[in-house]
């Protein structure tokens, strides 16, 4: 038997693999499964993309700017 539940995640923190759940008379602890996980950047914290494609490390996706030489 499962249940399925929205709660809000601080994405910025490890997901949890387990919640405790209170009642008014009990309490209990349950198991979690993700059915689907957005891919997230641990280094930009961006949804989107994973930490193998940010362009934050890896300058990808960059303009660059004009180059210009000391006088």
Known sequence: MF???LV???LL???PDHLLVERL???FVADVEYEWLPQFCSHCKVIGHELAQCW???DQ???PGPQH???
């Open 3 to 5: 249940a399925r539940v």
């Open 8 to 10: 809000d995640i601080d």
């Open 13 to 15: 923190s490890p997901l």
């Open 25 to 27: 008379d009990f309490a």
């Open 56 to 58: 934050v490390i890896h």
């Open 61 to 63: 996706g960059r303009v």
């Open 69 to 71: 030489e000391p006088s």
